[in-house]
């Protein structure tokens, strides 16, 4: 008899990625709702009780109604953030605060289901320093790194070191033209560094020459590793020129991967490594939310597989 417990996909109305799972868990004949809880309350609506059993309820879509108690799985992307444009500016604060920690809280509590990942597991390893200080600790190599708001120390740490970088700790979208634009991974000089850094938090990293990228998609108990030749600081500028290659990773590194996992209380991750002349892997970042199903189709790893085999529970 096959499991009527559906799967919730929490994300967006346009992501390719959920897309593509969502289309493998139909062909499997796994039922799903999908939902973006920015769309809560205008088509969104919840009903949750707190019961000496967990939470009972429903959750409610135009075209689905999940269970609470009986939700398999959930895999949380990229959804939208709660907006209340016809409210005032403070009583719309009251009301994404109420929403946010309302349903927030209900899509986090459910009872026996398997998160991929966690939303609040997923914030916490958001947190850049706190993500190098775990790759650290779980064995990897970490360039030297500072996170500073002093002009002084900034400059020291670069003169310090041949060649340094400079990364956003998160990376908010400007609109520029009314185009979209993020804040991208350049090199910094000594002479770059003004009084500006004393606004607020930045993060310096030592450059390590490089002959290649890693990209390492950790699925449940599968890593499966792309090395990405570009000739590019940052290859995520310019898709055009990546060539891609599955490759196997070096003694200690997987290991390493799932207790940096393990530390946050995550089941995915996507890491970003690079690699060092001498073959040496460097660690630079884990996105618990990362995308990886552009790597697929070049590479034949059958990461999207993995997934569905993962929210269905056969892992």
């Known amino acids: 008899m096959s499991d009527p417990r559906p799967v919730l996909v929490v994300t967006s109305l346009h992501d390719p990625t959920a897309d593509v799972v969502i289309r493998e868990l139909h062909d499997r004949d796994i039922p799903v709702v999908r939902l973006d809880s920015g ?56 009301a994404i605060t109420q929403a946010r920690y309302g349903l927030g809280g209900v899509l986090a509590s459910l009872p026996g289901c398997l998160y991929v990942n966690h939303p609040h597991r997923i914030g916490d390893a958001e947190f850049k320093p706190s993500g190098l200080a775990a790759a650290v600790e779980a064995g990897l190599l970490v360039p030297p790194t500072l996170v500073t708001s002093s002009p002084d120390a900034a400059r020291a740490f670069v003169q310090r070191h041949s060649s340094v970088i400079y990364k956003p700790l998160h ?20 002479k770059d560094i003004d009084d500006s850094v004393a606004g607020t938090a930045h993060l310096f990293q030592k450059r390590i020459p490089k002959t290649a990228d890693v990209r390492v998609t950790v699925i449940g108990s599968t890593a499966f590793c792309v090395r990405i030749d570009s000739g590019l600081l940052d290859w995520r500028t310019d898709y055009d020129r990546l060539r891609y290659t599955a490759v196997e990773p070096p003694p200690g590194i997987e290991s390493a991967l799932h207790r940096y996992l393990d530390h946050f209380g995550l089941i995915f991750g996507a890491f970003d490594f690079c690699v060092a002349e001498d ?19 070049e590479t034949g790893l059958p990461m999207c597989a993995a997934l569905a085999d993962l929210l269905e529970r056969k892992t």
């Open 279 to 297: 073959g040496t892997w460097w660690f630079l970042e884990c996105n618990p939310s990362g995308q990886w199903y552009w790597l697929e189709p």
């Open 171 to 190: 990376n908010p979208v400007y609109r520029v033209d009314d185009v979209s634009n993020v804040i991208k991974v350049a090199e910094v000089a000594a």
């Open 39 to 94: 769309d809560f309350p205008a088509s969104l609506s919840v009903e949750a009780e707190i019961t000496p059993d967990g939470i009972q309820g429903r959750l409610t879509t135009p075209s689905r109604t999940a269970d609470l108690a009986g939700v398999r799985a959930l895999y949380y992307r990229r959804p939208t953030g709660f907006a209340f444009p016809y409210l005032s500016d403070q009583d719309a604060r009251f």
